[in-house]
């Protein structure tokens, strides 16, 4: 199994990540991507940006664990996760997840997975930002659920 992980303060090409899955070999058959972008309602409203903070080392071994117990459970060809850091303005990209497989229903399943077990599993933190406040976000019992339903 073929795989990339990048956590970064800069912005990333979906559509360059994209081509790269694409490029992956005569075997796939199918690509799922998922992006997330920043936006203006969570805990707090009027949300006029992120902060992600992550921890280094530590978070890139987590996801590459959650592509791995991916690719026990689904025919996963490649995958690429990419996951920015930093301070983020509304509208800005915050996460890629890319799985190729020789089927649609893998690609799709794994591609969840992993973007669910990412929301629950890997060690970044975000702040809500909203004028001068700001508001550190605890994790979700719908995230969590939604991540338990993979077991």
């Not at 090409?13 to 992956?24: F, H, N, P, V």
Request: glycine share 10%; proline share 1%; hydrophobic share 40%.
């Amino acid at each position: 199994m073929n795989y990339s992980v990048s956590v970064q303060e800069q912005d990333f090409d979906a559509a360059g990540e994209y081509q790269a899955l694409r490029d992956s070999g005569a075997g796939t058959g199918a690509i799922a991507t998922f992006s997330g972008l920043v936006r203006d309602s969570g805990d707090l409203h009027g949300v006029t940006g992120l902060f992600l903070e992550h921890y280094p080392g530590m978070t890139e071994q987590v996801i590459t664990g959650l592509i791995a117990q991916a690719s026990a459970r689904w025919d996963v060809r490649k995958a690429r996760v990419v996951h920015r850091v930093g301070e983020l303005a509304l509208g800005d990209q915050i996460v890629f997840v890319g799985v190729c497989s020789a089927h649609r229903g893998d690609a799709f399943a794994a591609c969840s997975f992993i973007m669910d077990a990412l929301k629950t599993s890997a060690p970044f933190w975000k702040k809500e930002l909203s004028g001068s406040s700001g508001h550190w976000v605890e994790q979700k019992d719908s995230d969590l659920a939604r991540h338990k339903e993979w077991e």
